[in-house]
């Protein structure tokens, strides 16, 4: 079957100054495929969430481009960005989730109500879908302070998905959970992605995760290793 | 959908119920005094005004003393020094063919109506005591017309004059300080030295003392008679315009129409102006004063709930909303403590203009001269929004300018 690529990096690499100056990122350069579950692995500090960054299109201080669905991401205004963000990419954050004030339902529903592409009613009926998904519906109308850590990181991954997105970026979304939430996880980024066609790009330090994934790019110093 | 930033504002003003209410409340505050403070200057001002327009005309044409000039010309005696004497001519200020004057200044379309008058200085003898002033020769119907001598009448009655050819109307210093009755009979000389004996019809009260002591209403042909003249003598026209604040302009333009000097009520009452727009400069700095406090207080919740909120903003940015969609959250949320304290500010202000106007001060002022301005109330509204939306919109450019990843690495 003939794969589609979704999402490119040509020479990607980034700078810091602070400081002292050094390289944190050196020509990464790899292709991700349509319905691809990719892992990013590495050791702590080997630029895994600064690259993420840069392809959630959130970090635009880089050399080097990023194509995502064949359109150059690379030098687009930040209005632009944001709308590529709502509409293709879902994230999900290393450390920081929700927003406490709003119950878990409506921190699912945001970015799909910022989409509009359903109405208020249809959005609410996607984001239970996502929950039970995930076995968290009976956390729906909680405020998202008041979850465990591990339960915030599954509304977050329920977040991401809201919008049928082409790409899914995750910093270790099973961080925080155990081996059976873990498995819950990966069933559904497979499923997504062999089902919808969604590719997974996900930083992981687990390693049984990783292996478990279509394909693992490994990180170090700032270099892809093998691929 | 402008739904979803709405809705975001709205929880954030729902979970922080206390500060946005202090917030309103101080927005109220700032809206009812600004507004009170303008109504109360419209409404002394109408007071004022109305009170010089009592004795004043809106515009007073009159022919203006001419300087006398040398006989000869410079340029035919180019040489010699010419000694001149300037002095005021003696020639009579009379307005020549003042009906016809007075019926053409009737029909410009701005004037709403026009007296004639006779303005004679005069002595009031009463037996050996005698006191100066001025006599006001007028046509009862129009005078009263412009100025509701009637109302100012504290005895008798104004009509009387028309059956009574010799009669006068004092002002109540005269009567007091020559002890004079109704029906009196009193020797008027004019400075020309006219003596004609008149009899006190009424007597009439207004605000101004120096008014009251020396200012008498008599028919015009009375009038007439004590400065030696026919019934064609006029040497004021009195009119009254549509919008006094006009006046300057309407004055220019009925001297170019008429040939002689008129004078708007500004010019002849400058240190009235100048205390009114003083009073206008103070009460504007006070209210605006106190409004950028109230808006301060909105500035200052916006800026700090930002604050707390990179977060929840670089959360918001990572899932597609744009630096404008983060500016409109946080402006929602001024407008909405805005809009709260402007309607409560409107409902106060409406309030205390209303205890205000039922306060009864007395003397020929009454009640408190306050009443609702809706025009002003209206600008007031205009002006709360404006500064909330200012005090939202500073704190929330920079809100837009969050950068979601500066905040993640944290
Ligand atoms: N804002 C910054 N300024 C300077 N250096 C930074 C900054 N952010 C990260 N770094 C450095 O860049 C390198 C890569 O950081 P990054 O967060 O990408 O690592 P990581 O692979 O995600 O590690 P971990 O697995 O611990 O999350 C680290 O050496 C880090 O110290
Ligand atoms: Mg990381």
């Known amino acids: ?227 | 959908m402008a739904g979803v930033n709405t809705e975001i504002a709205l929880t954030h003003i729902l979970t922080r119920k206390r500060q946005t209410i202090v917030a309103a409340l101080g927005v109220m505050i700032g809206i009812a005094i600004y507004i009170c403070l303008n109504t109360l200057v419209i409404g002394t001002n109408r007071y004022s005004d109305n009170a010089i327009f009592k004795t004043t005309p809106h515009i007073r044409i009159y022919k203006e003393d001419e300087v006398s000039r040398p006989l000869t010309k410079d340029s035919i005696q180019k040489k010699s020094t010419v000694i001149v004497n300037p002095k005021i001519s003696n020639i009579s200020k009379n307005l020549i063919n003042p009906v016809k004057l007075l019926d053409e200044i009737k029909s410009q379309p701005e004037v709403t109506s026009a007296a004639q008058m006779v303005t004679a200085n005069l002595f009031y003898n009463n037996g050996k005591s005698q006191l100066n002033g001025s006599g006001w020769g007028i046509n009862i119907a129009e005078a009263n017309a412009m100025f509701d001598i009637q109302s100012t009448m504290v005895d008798g009655d104004l009509r009387t004059l028309l059956n009574t050819p010799n009669g006068i109307i004092l002002g109540v210093g005269i009567a007091d300080k020559l002890s004079l009755k109704r029906n009196d009979n009193l020797s008027v000389i004019s400075s020309i030295g006219v003596i004609k004996l008149m009899k006190v019809v009424g007597f009439f009260k207004t605000s101004n003392l120096v008014t009251d002591k020396g200012k008498s209403y008599m028919n015009l042909a009375a009038a007439q008679q004590l400065l030696g003249q026919g019934p064609s003598y006029v040497t004021d026209i009195y009119v009254k315009i549509k919008d006094p604040d006009q006046a300057p302009k309407y004055a220019a333009e009925l001297s170019k129409i008429t040939g002689y000097t008129s004078e708007d009520w500004q010019t002849a009452n400058e240190l009235f102006v100048a205390g009114k727009k003083i009073r206008a400069i103070m009460f504007a700095v006070i209210s605006w004063a106190i409004l950028l406090v109230a808006a301060f207080g909105i500035y200052n919740i916006v800026n700090m709930t930002i604050t707390q909120k990179m977060n929840d903003i670089a959360i918001l940015k990572a899932n597609g909303f744009s630096g404008m969609d983060v500016i409109k959250i946080f402006v929602t949320e001024a407008m909405i403590m805005g809009i709260i304290g402007t309607i409560m500010g409107f409902l106060l202000a409406a309030l205390i203009v209303n205890l205000l106007s039922h306060i009864y001060i007395g003397a020929d002022i009454g009640y408190f001269p306050i009443e609702f301005e809706l025009s002003v109330s209206l600008t007031g509204v205009w002006v709360g929004l404006l500064v909330t939306f200012g005090a939202g919109f500073i704190p929330a450019r920079k809100a837009a300018k969050v950068d979601p990843v500066a905040i993640f690495r944290k």
């Open chain 1, 1 to 227: 079957m003939e794969k589609k690529v979704i999402l490119k990096t040509e020479g990607i690499g980034k700078y810091f100054y602070d400081p002292i100056e050094f390289k944190v990122l050196d020509n990464i350069s790899f292709e991700a495929y349509k319905g691809e579950f990719l892992t990013l692995v590495g050791k702590s500090g080997s630029g895994k969430s600064t690259l993420l960054y840069i392809l959630s299109t959130m970090d635009t201080d880089y050399e080097g481009r990023l194509i995502i669905d064949d359109e150059k991401i690379t030098g687009q205004s930040l209005n632009n960005l944001a709308a590529i963000r709502n509409k293709n990419i879902g994230f999900v954050f290393q450390f920081h989730y929700l927003l406490p004030e709003f119950s878990c339902l409506k921190n699912i529903m945001i970015p799909a109500l910022k989409l509009g592409k359903y109405s208020h009613a249809e959005v609410e009926q996607h984001a239970y879908e996502k929950l039970k998904m995930l076995g968290i519906e009976d956390q729906a109308l909680k405020p998202a302070s008041k979850l465990s850590g591990g339960q915030q990181q599954r509304v977050s991954i329920a977040r991401a998905l809201i919008n049928s997105p082409k790409i899914i970026m995750c910093d270790e979304p099973t961080g925080n959970l155990d081996s059976k939430n873990s498995r819950i996880v990966f069933d559904i980024f497979q499923q997504v992605a062999r089902d919808f066609g969604q590719t997974i790009i996900a930083v992981t330090h687990d390693n049984d995760f990783a292996a478990a994934s279509d394909r693992t790019i490994e990180l170090s110093d700032g270099k892809i290793l093998n691929q």
